[in-house]
């Protein structure tokens, strides 16, 4: 029942073949026994199953509210929840119980879906590995499963099992980690420069950012207001088009969402793509990018042409500039938005009392780790009189041309752009802690950061296991607001390639979870 699609697990609801309270226990059960991926903050039981419970009652009276009712959800700890800690992973905000829900928070109750927690993530999810947080790293689910396990006892190296395990990317780590592990059926990131889509490639799942304005980041503590959305992690592209269906749309409480009314995003079933145009951009083959994703890259390609689709080369010729424009817009906005901080209003309060600037600059030493404060400083030096031209206006004409770039692009008859969406696939944690925050950024953040910059949506399919047995996922980028036709794309890609079903016997007792989609175990793009 775990395994199976949004759609299937209502209708098992709405047929009493099983109750929203089984339902909620059988993942509380699984977050329990999975307590040692640190994949979520809190973990809201005594919620989940009153929501359980009043779900079950509103399905004997025949009142279902829709295909979220009974179906457990997981929510990144950056968005507020009413009655329940967010906390940001940080010392900042240990404690801080909001009084109200973000929008996508409150619409997602509304649909009667249960709330199993809150999910880890870096530090006010400024990070690519969700390994900066004050509760520790996410530890990647495929680390443990048994395509990973056998490939890596054909090639042993000595490493201690415990101490080698892989990353799961971030910043929304533990929102991955939970669908990936059967605790929810979807969970909400956020997605400021890709941090929906690098855990969604790494943990083998569908990883999807909404158009700029589509989605009401109210509730959503900010990171960069001018590219923050929510982010969906889902198991299956059908299942991510019905949790969207219901966020999408106007909130008067954020003047940035879209002001007309908008359309349903269920999706038809795509047969003929010979339509289709879809783009390949050349900036993205730099040299970091592994063999394995380019070959699958250029495998997946194939497979659209074979089947009729156009596939042509186009430019994106400021790519080369984003990496530093993001770096320079994203500190920026960083330095304001952390400004609420200090210490007088919510969060945490040293207990210096000298002065006010002595107990403000005492509490935010204490409160922001050496990531934040370090983008703070960055930030704020790009805002100095002297350097504001420079680098702030500077790299705000930048954008401008990135996002022109992507007009351009589709303007010429471009239907969707496929990229990669990570240099490789999952690296130990390792490894990983070897390169600095920044650094480590830049590099996993290659394919993504520019999406964000345009508001364009863009979507993470996972496409196959690399040598490894390791996923690896490819990006769909669309149209400004054409997020049905990107995800109806993305849809008929999935079905092509037949991404195998993570395999945890050693986590799960229930080995079915794992095996009752077996037949999905052959990869077309291997072959």
């Known amino acids: 029942m775990l395994g199976r699609t949004l759609r299937e697990v209502s209708a098992a609801l709405k047929q009493g073949q099983i109750t929203p309270t089984e339902l909620c226990r059988k993942c509380l059960s699984l977050i329990q ?15 989940a199953l009153k929501q359980a419970e009043e779900s079950e009652k509103r399905y004997k009276k025949g009142q279902s509210l829709g295909d979220l009712d009974g179906i457990p959800i997981a929510v990144k700890d950056n968005f507020s929840t009413s009655g329940i800690e967010t906390t940001c992973a940080s010392n900042m905000l240990k404690g801080y119980v909001p ?32 390994t900066d947080g004050v509760f520790g790293p996410v530890k990647n689910p495929w680390s443990y499963s048994k395509q990973y396990r ?33 605790t929810c059926f979807a969970a909400l990131g956020s997605d400021t420069g890709g941090s929906t889509r690098n855990p969604a490639a790494h943990c083998g799942l569908v990883g999807f950012k909404p158009s700029y304005g589509l989605v009401s980041r109210h509730g959503l503590i900010p990171l960069v207001n001018s590219m923050d959305v929510p982010g969906i992690l889902t198991r299956y592209v ?36 010979s339509k289709l145009c879809i783009g390949i951009p050349k900036e993205y083959l730099v040299p970091e990018l592994s063999s394995e994703v380019r070959s699958l890259w250029s495998k997946a390609a194939d497979l659209f042409e074979s089947e009729g689709a156009k596939v042509i080369e186009v430019s994106l010729p400021h790519t080369c500039y984003s990496i530093i424009c993001y770096h320079v817009l994203c500190t920026s906005e960083v330095a304001s938005n952390m400004a609420r901080f200090d210490g007088l ?13 002595a107990m403000y600059a005492a509490t935010r030493r204490e409160g922001f780790n050496d990531v934040v404060r370090g983008r703070i400083l960055s930030g704020n030096f790009f805002l100095l009189k002297e350097n504001y031209e420079n680098y702030f206006i500077k790299a705000q004409k930048v954008r401008r041309l990135i996002a022109n770039d992507f007009v351009n692009v589709f303007n010429s ?22 390169e600095d925050n920044r650094t480590r950024s830049a590099q996993d953040d290659i394919f993504t950061q520019a999406v964000n910059m345009a508001g364009l949506p863009a979507v993470s399919i996972p496409v196959s296991l690399s040598s490894k047995g390791l996923p690896v996922g490819l990006q769909f980028i669309g149209r400004a607001f054409c997020d049905q036709q990107l995800l109806t794309v993305a ?22 979870l794992s095996l009752e989609n077996e037949k999905l175990a052959s990869v077309s793009l291997k072959q």
């Not at 006892?153 to 980690?177: C, F, H, K, V, Y």
């Open 413 to 434: 008859g471009v239907d969707v752009l496929l990229t990669p969406t990570t240099l490789c696939e999952a690296v130990p944690y390792l490894e990983f802690i070897k």
């Open 491 to 512: 849809k008929w890609f999935e079905k092509q390639v037949q991404f195998p079903v993570i395999q945890l016997p050693q986590l799960l007792d229930d080995c079915s």
């Open 33 to 47: 026994k999975t307590k040692f991926l640190n994949a979520y903050i809190t973990v809201s039981e005594e919620v």
């Open 99 to 130: 009084p109200y829900n973000a929008t996508v928070v409150q619409k997602l109750l509304d649909q009667g879906a249960l709330l199993m927690g809150k999910t880890n993530l870096d530090e006010f999810a400024m990070g690519s590995g969700s």
């Open 345 to 357: 209003e919510y969060g945490h309060r040293c207990d210096i009392n000298v002065s006010t600037e």
């Open 238 to 273: 059908d299942d991510t088009a019905i949790v969207l269906d219901i966020l999408a749309g106007h909130d008067p409480k954020d003047s940035t969402t879209v002001q007309e009314p908008v359309k349903s995003f269920i999706l038809p079933t795509l047969t003929d793509v």
């Open 150 to 182: 056998e490939k890596k006892q054909q090639n042993p190296r000595g490493e201690s099992e415990d101490s080698n395990w892989l990353i799961t990317g971030g910043s929304s780590g533990g929102s991955a980690a939970a669908v990936s592990t059967f």
